[in-house]
């Protein structure tokens, strides 16, 4: 269940991203925290216990919504856009490697 509902603006052009491999839509001018959590109920894992994040300050001052893109880049998912095809990974990155956290 997803844990943000979207109950205005919904008159904005449809883009399309992934999440680890899933094809997600999202609104031109969402963050990829408010994409994500209208999606699903977590950003990611946290990488020192597992548990599921959703990001905390929703202002790029903590560093609870960090996820990774595909081409290695770090980025704060309550402060960057969604842009058409951008491919997102909330594996955690450990020596250079994508590790799966445990659900």
């Given at each position: ?53 959703a ?23 309550c402060?960057t ?23």
């Amino acid at each position: 269940m997803a844990l943000l509902k979207r109950v205005a603006e919904t008159h904005r052009t449809t883009l399309t991203f992934t999440v680890d491999g899933q094809a997600v839509a999202a609104l031109e001018g969402d963050t990829l925290l408010t994409a994500m959590l209208t999606q699903g109920e977590h950003l990611r894992h946290s990488e020192f216990g597992g548990a599921p994040r959703a990001g905390f300050c929703m202002m790029g001052a903590c560093q609870d919504c960090w996820v990774q893109l595909e081409d290695g880049r770090r980025v704060r998912a309550c402060s960057t856009f969604v842009e058409n095809g951008m491919r997102v990974i909330t594996h955690t990155v450990r020596g250079g490697s994508i590790v799966k956290e445990a659900p």
